[in-house]
């Protein structure tokens, strides 16, 4: 199946993705509402986005005790909106922080890939985001643990100085 | 001759069971469900309470769905009786039916308070449709609706009561809210939340009797004012449905000792969901859970060992989350092991507060508050279960996560959680949507 492949190195943190994605899904540009979330790392020098990786075992979509979440025909996990009685147990299963709930419409919302034309992979100026054949993965974690340890050395090596 | 499988309880774990021996078997064996009631989520009946949703949406299966799986059903039949020796369960009818294999999933019951008067008219448990549909008829718009117990399954039904624009009292023995859920710093701010939302609350308050008053009920206390109401639900507790088996030799402590398979005692008989005391994965201790996530997690793995794999189970993580008036309450893990290290922070100004516990640099338990639009609060709920899940150790990480509780999303990228998690499943292959079974 294909997936959204994170390309951490290359993303500036312009946030195009979160608006992309806020419009494709609500119709609006509010950030707020993305299921896509552009995470700042080593105190705000880098950043790069971060949604749903569609699990193998999909916690959220198991756990949902009215079978309110399936999988797409393009293999997304995604909410059912007539199904959904916005109970939230599926925002405590799934381990990754990435299916959400509005109050408004009181139902649990994620990452659908768009239907198989992710707003986010478009949007992104810097192909940070591609929508390629893959395996899932862990696209961050290396990253993200170099960018931390690079930052502590520096502060390290800051407080050496100062 | 097909196997004969025999699943006593039609409810999460009964259901999840059997659809899991047909995303296997795909109608290969012989399925027989008992059922002392039609399948339905208990967990969404407080959403029909509150009319979010038609009575019809609380059902997990209807009789099609059942003939579609192959289902041999007897709904509104109990099991009475268990012969293991023979492998012949009996049905409170007098019908026997023998197995090659058979599931306990009874479930639980409600408890009232033991107190004169708890059965009377207008005091009503709320654990079953039946149940739920009384009370569905009793609640007015205005009506006083008095709530006896704080814990999480009267925390569920909380935002349906007010919904339908009754007024609430509740009323809990325990010195604080939430008892088995969160901890007291906790407590007092929900505590605080929900009186601004006009709930009256009394905790250290035992009730002595519940007597007529004129059409309405009057609760009395061993100290302070009577009560006055026109509704009393108590959500007092509960207990395994397990009287049926006396006399057989299924072994039985707090709840069914399983194994790793969710076997019983008995080779050939499983148990899944609250009657079972399975494999806690936090404590590697076993424990009866009673929550809907263990319930359908044992039976997909009962279902699949029923169905000829061979597959342990790693245990269940305890969790819990209830929105009342728009603000988020979660705990999971051992969020109350006081031979942990905790670290709580709170931010009064967002109603927010937290507590991380850890063993060594290994984050065992969390409990969380937050407003339900502070979408960051959604966000942490699932990575700090994640955290625990994992159980990995967080090195530099645990630092980071005692000065700055509120900032979880780095921690969690940076220690490559997202990695270890990647290829865990339960059954050990990509799961199936319920619709898309058979
Ligand atoms: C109002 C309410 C809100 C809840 N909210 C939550 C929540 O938000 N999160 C959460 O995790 N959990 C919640 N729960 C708990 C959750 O519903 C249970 O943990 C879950 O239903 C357990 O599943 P089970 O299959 O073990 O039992 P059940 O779902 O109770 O099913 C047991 C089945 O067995 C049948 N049965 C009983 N005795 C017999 C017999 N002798 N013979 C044949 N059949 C029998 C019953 O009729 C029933 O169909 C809530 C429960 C209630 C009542
Ligand atoms: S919030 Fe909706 S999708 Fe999530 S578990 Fe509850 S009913 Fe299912
Ligand atoms: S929302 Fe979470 S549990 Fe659901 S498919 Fe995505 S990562 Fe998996």
Request: with cysteine; proline share 5%; glycine share 10%.
């Amino acid at each position: 199946m294909k997936v959204l492949r994170i390309i951490p190195e290359r993303c500036t943190g312009c946030m195009r993705c979160e608006l992309a994605c806020s419009y494709v899904q609500t119709g609006t540009f509010q950030p707020a509402r993305s299921v896509i979330r552009v995470a700042p790392f080593e105190a705000h020098t880098s950043y790069a986005p971060y949604t749903c990786p569609q699990c193998a075992e999909g916690w959220c979509m198991t756990a949902c005790p009215v079978g309110a979440i399936t999988i797409s025909p393009v293999g997304a996990k995604i909410v059912l909106d007539d199904q959904c009685v916005g109970c939230k147990l599926c925002t405590i299963a799934c381990p990754y922080g990435t299916i959400f709930y509005n109050p408004e419409t009181q139902k649990a919302f994620k990452c659908d890939l768009c239907g198989g034309a992710p707003a986010c992979a478009e949007a992104c100026p810097t192909s940070a985001i591609e929508y390629v054949e893959a395996e899932t993965g862990d696209w961050l974690g290396v990253f993200a643990a170099t960018r931390a340890a690079r930052h502590h050395e520096m502060q390290v090596a800051g407080a050496e100085v100062g | 001759m097909a196997t004969r499988h025999v699943i006593v309880g039609g409810g999460t774990a009964g259901l999840n069971a059997i659809r899991t021996i047909r995303a296997y078997d795909r109608g290969e064996s012989e399925v027989i469900l008992v059922s002392a009631e039609r399948p339905y989520s208990r967990m969404v009946l407080p959403y029909y309470l509150g009319r979010g949703i038609a009575e019809s949406h609380v059902f997990t299966a209807t009789p099609a769905h059942l003939a579609q799986l192959q289902v041999q059903a007897h709904l509104g039949r109990r099991a009475a009786s268990l012969d293991t020796a023979a492998n012949c369960l009996t049905l409170d009818d007098g019908t026997r039916i023998e197995y090659d294999d058979l599931l306990i999933a009874t479930g639980s019951s409600a408890v009232k308070a033991p107190v004169p008067g708890a059965d009377s008219p207008g005091v009503h448990s709320f654990w079953t449709l039946e149940q739920a549909r009384g009370v569905v008829a009793a609640i007015r718009e205005g009506s006083h609706v008095v709530l006896v117990g704080a814990g999480f399954i009267a925390f569920t039904i909380l935002n349906a009561i007010l919904a339908l624009k009754a007024k609430l009292t509740i009323v809990e023995i325990a010195p604080q809210l939430l008892p088995r859920m969160i901890d007291r710093t906790g407590a007092e701010m929900v505590e605080k939340w929900l009186r601004r939302h006009g709930v009256a609350i009394r905790t250290g308050a035992t009730l002595t009797a519940i007597e007529e008053a004129e059409g309405r009920r009057r609760l009395r206390f061993r100290e302070g004012e009577d009560l006055l109401a026109d509704v009393v639900l108590m959500a007092t507790g509960i207990r395994t449905n397990l009287e049926w088996l006396n006399g057989s030799a299924v072994r039985v402590n707090r709840g069914i000792v399983v194994d790793d398979h969710l076997r019983s005692s008995v080779g050939n008989v499983y148990a899944a969901g609250d009657v079972a005391e399975g494999l806690d994965l936090v404590t590697g201790q076993p424990a009866v859970h009673a929550i809907e996530p263990t319930a359908m997690e044992h039976g997909r793995v009962a279902g699949a060992n029923m169905a000829g794999q061979d597959l342990a189970y790693r245990g269940s993580l305890l969790m819990n989350i209830v929105e009342v008036c728009h603000l988020d309450i979660a705990s999971f893990g051992a969020w109350d092991d006081p031979t942990a290290e905790a670290v709580a922070a709170a931010r009064p100004d967002r109603w927010a507060y937290r507590k991380l516990l850890w063993k060594g640099d290994r984050l065992i338990g969390a409990m969380i508050l937050g407003m339900a639009n502070d979408i960051w609060t959604t966000n942490d709920v699932g990575m700090l279960k994640g955290l625990v899940q994992a159980g990995n150790g967080l090195g530099a990480w645990k630092a980071h996560l005692r000065r700055h509780p509120f900032d979880i999303k780095p921690a969690f990228i940076a220690s490559g959680t997202t990695a270890r998690l990647l290829p865990e499943t339960i059954l050990g292959r990509p799961s199936v949507p319920v619709g898309q079974v058979m």
